[in-house]
């Protein structure tokens, strides 16, 4: 499979992203970027690369890194960040959702995230 051209990897990452609320896309050090409420979620790392910077805390780092180092990736940049590099040409679209819901989830204030979980348990039921 051809490689993705940047804005269409971050219209992927829009897309998958806007299912949660609050969700604003935004730029962020001059690339594209995504902000819950004003507060950093992830940005491509640069237009050129295909790599997203999402935030991620500081375990479930390590697990991706040793889980999928072809897919995750960490700069020193990032070490004492609690963030992690995706490669969006080397993840599927369920692994990414996974990864956009962890880093809302660190993002998000409080009262979204309650209101969030209480619609996902009125949905079970």
Same mark, same amino acid.
């Given at each position: 499979?051809?490689?993705?051209?940047?804005?269409?990897?971050?219209?992927?990452?829009?897309?998958?992203?806007?299912?949660?609320?609050? %969700?604003?896309? =935004?730029?962020?050090? &001059?690339?594209? &970027?995504?902000?819950? @409420?004003?507060?950093?979620?992830? *940005?491509? *790392?640069?237009?050129?690369?295909?790599?997203?910077? %999402?935030?991620?805390?500081?375990?479930? *780092? +390590? %697990?991706?890194?040793?889980?999928?180092?072809?897919?995750?990736?960490?700069?020193?940049?990032?070490?004492?960040?609690?963030? %992690?590099?995706?490669?969006?040409?080397?993840?599927?679209?369920?692994?990414? @959702? =996974?990864?956009? +819901?962890?880093?809302?989830?660190?993002?998000?204030?409080?009262?979204?995230? *309650? =209101?969030? +979980?209480? &619609?996902?348990?009125?949905?079970?039921?």
């Amino acid at each position: 499979m051809p490689p993705k051209s940047q804005k269409s990897q971050f219209t992927r990452v829009l897309k998958l992203a806007k299912r949660f609320p609050g %969700i604003e896309s =935004e730029t962020s050090y &001059g690339t594209p &970027g995504l902000k819950v @409420k004003g507060k950093f979620m992830a *940005r491509l *790392r640069t237009e050129a690369e295909g790599w997203l910077a %999402i935030r991620c805390d500081f375990v479930d *780092r +390590e %697990i991706l890194l040793q889980a999928a180092p072809h897919v995750f990736h960490l700069t020193d940049h990032y070490r004492n960040y609690p963030a %992690i590099l995706v490669d969006l040409a080397a993840i599927d679209d369920s692994a990414l @959702k =996974e990864v956009l +819901e962890r880093g809302w989830r660190m993002a998000a204030p409080k009262k979204i995230l *309650r =209101e969030w +979980e209480t &619609g996902l348990a009125s949905a079970r039921t």
